[in-house]
């Protein structure tokens, strides 16, 4: 008999034995599933965060805050001739669809009567335009001067239009071999030059005219009145070179 409860204690004891061996393997494996699931999540986030902060360094480079304050300064840089917009999509390095948005964004900011000048696109050629509220008061600051005061800039630059027109700005400047672009808005203002349509040429620039207040203000009837320019003769000239 007390064999018999001997072995029966034995056995409960292994029982509980084993149940308490179970009990603490499946709390080590619970703890180990918990860390290796934290582990992953670490890393998950730590791959998020490092995606993120690729994507935001992207965008930075790709998109700067100031594109617009650039495309400005293209815009100036290039006058009156204009860029196209796949040229400055180019430069800038953006979609074509992107760079209109940009254009439009700066359209709508010169649109406001703040400023003086305006954002214009004729075809795909954009460039800045003096707004027409300004047009009076720009024709009396430079149209109140006389003939007579004309700077000798001023006058080689009719000069050359009254000869060789129509003419484009940069054929002007290729003449006169300095800028032309501010002397051409003086002389507009004055009305002694207007536009004459655009060349074909790329970018199709603005061709210039005299204008009949220039005819005016020279006392001519006809441009064939003008005198005759010198003949120029290369081979005197390296005559002389010799001489």
């Given at each position: 008999m007390n064999e018999e409860m001997t072995i029966e204690e034995n056995k409960e004891e292994e029982t509980a034995a084993e149940e308490t061996v179970n009990e603490e393997t499946v709390q080590e494996t619970a703890k180990e599933a918990a860390e290796e699931e934290t582990a992953e999540d670490t890393q998950e986030k730590e791959e998020e965060k490092s995606d993120k902060d690729e994507e935001i360094h992207r965008v930075e480079v790709?998109?700067?805050?100031?594109?617009?304050?650039?495309?400005?300064?293209?815009?100036?840089?290039?006058?009156?001739?204009?860029?196209?917009?796949?040229?400055?999509?180019?430069?800038?390095?953006?979609?074509?669809?992107?760079?209109?948005?940009?254009?439009?964004?700066?359209?709508?900011?010169?649109?406001?009567?703040?400023?003086g000048i305006e954002l214009v696109g004729y075809g795909s050629v954009y460039k800045f335009i003096t707004k027409s509220?300004?047009?009076?008061?720009?024709?009396?600051?430079?149209?109140?001067?006389?003939?007579?005061?004309?700077?000798?800039?001023?006058?080689?630059?009719?000069?050359?239009?009254?000869?060789?027109?129509?003419?484009?700005?940069?054929?002007i400047e290729e003449l006169r071999g300095v800028s032309a672009e501010v002397m051409l808005r003086k002389l507009q203002a004055r009305n002694l030059i207007r536009e004459a349509?655009?060349?074909?040429?790329?970018?199709?620039?603005?061709?210039?005219?005299?204008?009949?207040?220039?005819?005016?203000?020279?006392?001519l009837y006809t441009l064939n009145e003008l005198p005759d320019l010198p003949e120029y003769n290369q081979s005197d000239e390296n005559d002389n070179l010799f001489e």
């Open positions: 790709a998109q700067p805050s100031n594109i617009e304050a650039i495309v400005e300064g293209l815009l100036y840089v290039v006058g009156e001739d204009g860029v196209r917009i796949e040229q400055l999509a180019l430069v800038i390095e953006r979609s074509l669809e992107d760079t209109k948005t940009i254009l439009e964004n700066i359209q709508r900011k010169y649109a406001e009567e703040i400023y509220a300004v047009y009076p008061y720009a024709q009396t600051l430079f149209g109140s001067a006389k003939q007579n005061t004309l700077s000798q800039a001023a006058l080689e630059t009719l000069a050359i239009i009254a000869y060789k027109q129509p003419i484009t700005r940069v054929e349509g655009r060349s074909e040429a790329v970018g199709r620039p603005i061709l210039y005219e005299v204008t009949e207040e220039f005819m005016d203000s020279f006392k």
